[in-house]
């Protein structure tokens, strides 16, 4: 159980009971409300809660006042007294005024899905842009909700759903947060506008992007460690990685990309922290390559891989080439492992585990492959030392050979290194392959 000390001095344990409600529409929607209560679990324990138990109900829709039934309120209270919990977090999110009444009636702390993630982005926020974007989606989700946040704020001691905004300024209003937001967006725009630059200036100097995007706890670190020897956190914890991480990939050829781990997506990631993330994000529309990693352990993998999808649809991404990495097939099992087939070496699809060495080295040529483009002759002026280094710079010499004066290099280009750098040797390309 998680004890912190605050401001005022007071010992806080967060100990909850966890809700979900259950509607027709919750059931004909793609998330599994099962599963998704369970990695409410997993959320909860990520944050330091003590959960002491997990309630369900199912109802044709929300209530109005209390979000569930008026009777399951009693319950709930009932609950909260024999477990001695003083948080109820929803799976759901909630409005002001539901929030206002049940901690009335439950005489509790009271927070839903949303807050509890942005509680976790708060805690793992390390660089000035990540604490700013964190506070920005606080303070954007916490601006409507004001009215019902009145024994939030002012409950003593903090603890889950009060970091960040809550614990400095119990008695902030509108007025000072709208002003605190136009503040933090300007700060994010100068953070915006020097990370552009930082990209044009690899994009230049023709460096390579490779994006890595999953699921929260898809082992995404644990793969940019393995293949670059990055000295980078990796732990079996939902967002483990908040702040993007880069560092250089040598590929079999020799040349070096630039891999970059970003944040994990969830299901119902909540879309202030989307929308104030979007710069770190941009990291993904501007890679040359994205590498969807999956957990291939879990039994919500389809589903999973859905939500990615979704994201990268709402970030512009969709499109992007992409390779699809099933990772821990150590954790699989046989029968696991069978279900994926016999995938076919040409495939964009990879089964590995990131702890085996033939798997990243084959993880390695297959991203060689997938940048590499078409394999084009030049015919260029032996005495041209420059444009001979150029043709070497923009992929692999795999043929050459002398005709008069003329050296013929048959090189599998690199996509990306020709469309930046390889403007003066178009006009010694040959036709022929």
Known sequence: ??????????????????????????????????????????????????????????????????????????????????????????????????????????????????????????????????????????????????????????????????????????????????????????????????RKLHRERRRKNGVVQVALVGYTNAGKSTLLRELTSADVLVENRLFATLDPTSRMLTL????????????????????????AFRATLEEVNEADLLLHVIDCSSPMREEQMRVVGSILSELGAADKPQLTIFNKKDLCGGAGAASFGLLPSDSDTMLISAYDAEDLARLRQKIQDKLAGDTRTFALPAERGDLIALAYRIGEVVDRETAGDKLLLRVELNKQDFEVLGGPLHEYLEQRP
Do not use: C
């Open 1 to 194: 159980m998680r004890q912190t000390t605050y401001e005022t001095n007071t010992l806080v344990q967060d100990r909850a009971v966890l809700v979900s409600l259950i509607t027709p529409e919750i059931r004909r929607g793609s998330a599994d409300p099962e599963h998704s209560l369970q990695e409410l679990v997993n959320l909860a324990e990520t944050a330091g809660v003590d959960v002491a138990a997990t309630v369900t109900q199912h109802r044709d829709a929300p209530d109005s006042k209390w979000f569930v039934g008026k009777g399951k309120v009693e319950e709930l209270k009932a609950i909260g007294d024999e477990r001695g919990a003083n948080t109820f977090i929803f799976d759901q999110e909630l409005s002001g005024a539901q929030v206002r009444n049940l901690e009335e009636a439950l005489d509790a702390k009271i927070i839903d899905r949303t807050q509890l993630i942005l509680d976790i982005f708060a805690q793992r926020a390390k660089t000035r842009e990540g604490i700013i974007q964190v506070e920005l989606a606080q303070l954007s989700y916490l601006l409507p909700r004001l009215s019902g946040q009145g024994r939030n704020l002012s409950r003593l001691g903090g603890g889950i759903g009060t970091r960040g905004p809550g614990e400095t300024k119990l008695e902030t209003d509108r007025r000072h947060i709208r002003e605190r937001i136009a503040d933090l967006k300007r700060q994010l725009s100068d953070v915006v506008r020097h």
């Open 252 to 275: 079999p050829s020799g040349k070096e990309v630039l891999l970059t781990d970003t944040v994990g997506f969830i299901q119902n990631l909540p879309h202030d922290l989307v929308a």
